[in-house]
């Protein structure tokens, strides 16, 4: 059907690194015995007056992980824009208007922000939450399979709505795993929502089958389409409530194929991207509400009644934000106990910190927050270098990788916290050991190094894959190499060495990776399940996830007490960057006058590099080389400007008395 679209943007942590003798109150949990789930299809109805004309209103969030509170438990901090008390307010306003409204979870919804603190007892505070809210439908996330199969099967069935997802099946007779699709009655119109969930979840978790065992996740568009079939002649309107995004980082169907190839969708809402927009696609608007209830994603779907049939005459779809929202104090109260223990959890002292860990994450400001380049991911750092000196003793590896799951991961001198580990180490990752012939490992090494992007002939910054997550980009203990950023991908990796010898490509190295990572190197056929030595998880259950292992390093390996050790063992060439004209751009960039780009999405920084060619052009500042015999005064006579103008863009010159035929010297327009 022909759909009409306004679409308005309103602009209005960790796991439970054990308690570490922490005392957190909890209920009781309550087990329950797996048993084959009974799908039904009852249409729900959400009114029944007699109308021809009418709003059907749909809302969602998506990706909220974890949060109730507006708090930020790994920083120990608020966190103005996130948390379902935030996201009830909205709701509570937008059902007052429309009594009727579908309200409806994308997945990514129990997971981080220490929400696994909880995941013992019978129903999980957010799943609580949300029912509390009077959330309609909850899809599930890939994130939802972060844990053994019995906490999900415990909490779907705790949920008072309906559960989603079409393309997991039960691997014994192809039934559906979870409801497929959930109609509602509204007024008469029937609303038909589908859900989906990426069909990764067995890579993702290859190192825990047993946290998805009798499932298989199938491919997004043909489950889709086959889900539409089946509800041919059952609905009015059709909704997607997809945790997917609008592209797929594998190359499977994203959001942008399924508005094309399945043009019966009225609305589609995403998740899983962390993105934020409203867009348009054949004729389909599309929406998604960011990351950890940033906003509420809305549709307001007009239809009248002709002939018997239900038409639409008009989407409205906007995302409310949640920053300038009050929390809604019933769902503060209710679950102050998780806020509570979240807190004490996370300012419990687990050693500490002798010397900050990065003196200057941003490296071209120096300051905390990153804006422009992440230290850490240009030159070796002591956080990485931490992470994989723990995972190289766990696992008994000769080799490790570690990736910066936020830019701005630090440790600062003073107490080492609970927090400060989930700061470091978002994700409740566990240890995989794996056995690797070189030929494989270095195959492995180039493919995290494809995050750079190809130095250009004048770059003064080095930039990063708009196409590659940092969460993908490696870095190895255990090996020295070089990064020769000159050379397209593939062909980066320089002198690669193992204790002072080449890599020996037919040679089996035992390598440490987390468990995601492992379901990399199996996607890619470096290893296989048989290649698996060791997994933390198998011999340490909880006690086992990375953050665990780190807390226990600290406490066992380094008496409590952390200092900054740099392996040094890798870096950057194939790269010019002290061109005479890089401090004057630097400055530019701190003083917001150049913007160094970032992805579509805003998920990924630095994306494009800074060419001093682009700003030469402009006369912010040209260069000058110094002839025999020039002094400085001459030279600011020539331009007309002052010494001291000259000594500040060419913090090189120590002595304004001395300087050397043939240095090229920035100097500022006058």
């Not at 019933?330 to 687990?350: C, G, H, P, R, S």
Request: glycine share 6%; aromatic share 10%; net charge negative.
């Amino acid at each position: 059907m022909k759909k009409f679209l306004i679409a308005t943007l309103i602009t209005s942590i960790f796991m439970a690194c054990n308690s570490n003798d922490v005392s957190v109150e909890k209920k009781e949990p309550v087990k329950m015995e797996i048993t084959e789930r009974v799908v039904t299809h009852e249409v729900i109805v959400k009114g029944e007056e007699e109308v021809t004309e009418q709003t059907i209103r749909v809302a969602a969030t998506s990706d909220v992980h974890g949060r109730i509170y507006p708090y930020d438990y790994a920083i120990d901090g608020k966190d103005d824009d996130a948390g379902l008390a935030k996201v009830s307010t909205i709701v509570n306003s937008l059902r007052g208007e429309n009594p009727n409204m579908i309200l409806m979870d994308d997945g990514d919804t129990v997971q981080d922000n220490s929400s696994e603190l909880f995941n013992d007892l019978e129903i999980h505070p957010m799943v609580e939450a949300m029912n509390t809210i009077g959330y309609d439908i909850w899809t599930l996330g890939n994130h939802e399979f972060n844990f053994e199969k019995e906490f999900i099967e415990r909490n779907i069935s705790n949920f008072n709505g309906t559960v989603l997802s079409a393309n997991i099946k039960n691997k014994k007779d192809g039934s559906s795993y979870v409801n497929p699709y959930q109609i509602f009655n509204v007024n008469g119109a029937r609303v038909a929502v589908i859900g989906v969930i990426p069909p990764y979840v067995p890579m993702w978790e290859s190192s825990s089958p047993s946290h998805f065992k009798g499932l298989e996740f199938n491919e997004i568009l043909k489950s889709v389409q086959e889900t539409v079939k089946k509800l041919d002649g059952q609905y009015d309107i059709l909704i997607g409530s997809f945790h997917m995004g609008r592209e797929d980082q594998y190359g499977g169907a994203g959001i942008y194929d399924l508005a094309n190839k399945v043009p019966e969708f009225d609305v589609i809402f995403g998740g899983h991207e962390h993105a934020k927009y409203v867009e348009n696609v054949n004729d389909t608007p599309i929406v998604e509400p960011g990351f950890a209830g940033w906003a509420v994603s809305k549709a307001d779907i007009h239809v009248m009644k002709k002939d018997g049939k239900w038409l639409v005459k008009g989407i409205e779809v906007e995302n409310i934000q949640t920053k300038t929202i009050e929390a809604d104090q019933k769902i503060l109260d209710e679950f102050k106990y998780v806020d509570d223990q979240a807190k004490t959890v996370a300012n419990t002292v687990i050693g500490k910190v002798n010397e900050t860990f990065i003196a200057r994450p941003d490296f071209i400001t120096g300051e905390d927050k990153v804006t422009t380049m992440p230290t850490a991911q240009l030159q070796p750092n002591a956080v990485i270098d931490l992470i994989n000196d723990v995972q190289l003793k766990y696992a008994g590896a000769d080799v490790s990788s570690a990736a910066f799951f936020k830019s701005e991961a630090n440790l600062k001198e003073g107490n080492f916290h609970n927090k400060d580990v989930a700061n470091i180490y978002k994700y409740a990752n566990t240890l995989v050991g794996v056995n690797m012939t070189g030929e494989n490992l270095l195959k492995f090494m180039e493919w995290s190094m494809s995050y750079y992007n190809t130095w250009n002939e004048g770059d003064v910054t080095i930039s990063f894959n708009k196409d590659v997550r940092g969460y993908n980009y490696d870095m190895f203990a255990g090996v020295n190499y070089k990064i020769d950023l000159s050379k397209e991908a593939g062909n980066r990796v320089v002198n690669p060495m193992i204790n002072g010898e080449a890599i020996d490509l037919a040679k089996t190295y035992k390598v440490a990776v987390n468990n995601y990572r492992f379901g990399t190197l199996t996607k890619h056929g470096w290893v296989n399940s048989k290649d698996k030595y060791y997994d933390s998880y198998e011999a340490m259950q909880d006690a086992g996830r990375i953050r665990d292992l780190i807390i226990k390093y600290t406490k066992e390996e380094k008496n409590g007490e952390l200092a900054p050790n740099i392996h040094n063992n890798w870096e950057i060439i194939g790269v010019k960057l002290d061109y005479p004209e890089r401090d004057a751009i630097y400055e530019m960039i701190r003083e917001g006058k150049i913007v160094i780009p970032s992805s579509a999405d805003g998920r990924t920084r630095n994306v494009e590099s800074i060419n001093r060619k682009d700003y030469i052009v402009a006369e912010e500042i040209v260069s000058y080389t110094v002839k025999t015999g020039d002094t400085l005064g001459e030279i600011a006579n020539k331009f007309d400007i002052e010494i001291s103008e000259i000594l500040k863009e060419n913090k090189n010159i120590k002595n304004a008395d001395v300087i050397i035929a043939g240095e090229e010297l920035i100097v500022p327009a006058n």
